[in-house]
């Protein structure tokens, strides 16, 4: 780990590295906090900082607020190091923002105990923000399929909708599934039967889809997805989702009859910022359109009022392809 020497008294400085290079850390020793400033500004500065209070031009407890005002990620340790006996310069060099204190001349022995202290603190920040990421992880992705959990499903096709308004030759395609299982009682509550289906459609989709296609596990049996599309394709991405669905279809294993309603709104660019929630009630709209009807694929353009849109029949299609 690099250990920061601040210090302008050279003195001063070669036997301080000399006690940090000993006890197993990388000294690196500047005389200024200017100059400290700028090190600490380049990728890879060090994690420990030893301050001498009193220096020209900058001391080191006014080093210290500004690296305190900083936005680092991890808060790098400070450790203020002067000659000043005063029984009140401990405290106000924490309340400078320094995490410890250490008196010149410096020891080997209170040195150690200092630095171990910084290393611990900054193991247990490293600690915490891996932490915090695979947490992070988890809230985005849902645990059973890999898809986009709602929330960050929902963001993400936020942010596809804001490119889309900025596209005049794009369409975008929001697309609105239900599944629904019919099978005997004894096996309809082995929810590893389900989970076992969802993680393949999610594989399916994953394979019939783009990259950049958005797919969001909504509720447990609903799925989002959202495509830059254009007027000749989006049969085509409404097929290739119905496919995927009848290749994860497991009755053959499980007795778990699956059957299925996809209804899609296209979303011209000048629509594209659109409430999401106003773009959810069409869709479920359609759904309940497709629900009282024998068809359980419908396309329409978002329109202010679903009830004039028309629900195109795919069977042909499908049937040729």
């Not at 209170?110 to 630095?115: F, Q, T, V, Y």
Request: with cysteine; aromatic share 6%.
């Amino acid at each position: 780990m690099k250990v920061l020497i601040v210090d302008d008294a050279e003195i001063d400085t070669l036997v301080c590295q000399k006690i940090v290079e000993s006890l197993g850390y990388t000294p690196i020793a500047v005389r200024s906090a200017i100059e400290a400033s700028e090190l600490l500004n380049q990728s890879g500065a060090p994690d420990i900082i030893i301050l001498d209070w009193m220096m020209p031009e900058m001391d080191g407890m006014a080093l210290c607020k500004i690296i305190r005002r900083a936005n680092f990620i991890i808060d790098p340790f400070i450790l203020i190091m002067t000659s000043n006996s005063d029984k009140h310069a401990e405290a106000e060099a924490l309340n400078a923002g320094a995490d410890d204190f250490i008196s010149k001349p410096v020891n080997r022995i209170d040195m150690e105990a200092k630095l171990k202290l910084g290393r611990r603190l900054i193991k247990t920040q490293l600690e915490l923000l891996l932490a915090n990421q695979r947490l992070s992880e988890k809230l985005e992705f849902d645990a059973v399929t890999g898809l986009k959990s709602r929330q960050a499903g929902l963001q993400a096709i936020a942010a596809s909708l804001s490119r889309l308004s900025r596209h005049e030759e794009k369409e975008g395609l929001l697309i609105h599934c239900l599944l629904k299982f019919t099978s005997n009682k004894a096996q309809y509550f082995k929810h590893d039967l389900l989970d076992k289906l969802y993680f393949e459609l999610a594989r399916n989709l994953t394979q019939a889809l783009r990259q950049s296609d958005v797919m969001v596990r909504f509720k447990d049996d609903e799925f989002l997805f959202f495509a830059e599309s254009d007027p000749e394709s989006h049969h085509i991405v409404l097929s290739r989702i119905e496919r995927a669905i009848q290749q994860s279809n497991l009755s053959s294993e499980s007795k778990l009859n699956i059957s299925w309603l996809v209804a899609g709104i296209v979303i011209t660019y000048e629509q594209a910022l659109t409430a999401i929630p106003v773009l959810l009630q069409n869709t479920e709209e359609l759904l309940a359109k497709l629900t009282l009807s024998d068809k359980n694929v419908g396309l329409t353009y978002l329109s202010p009022v679903l009830t004039e849109a028309k629900v195109l029949d795919f069977t042909q299609f499908r049937s040729t392809r």
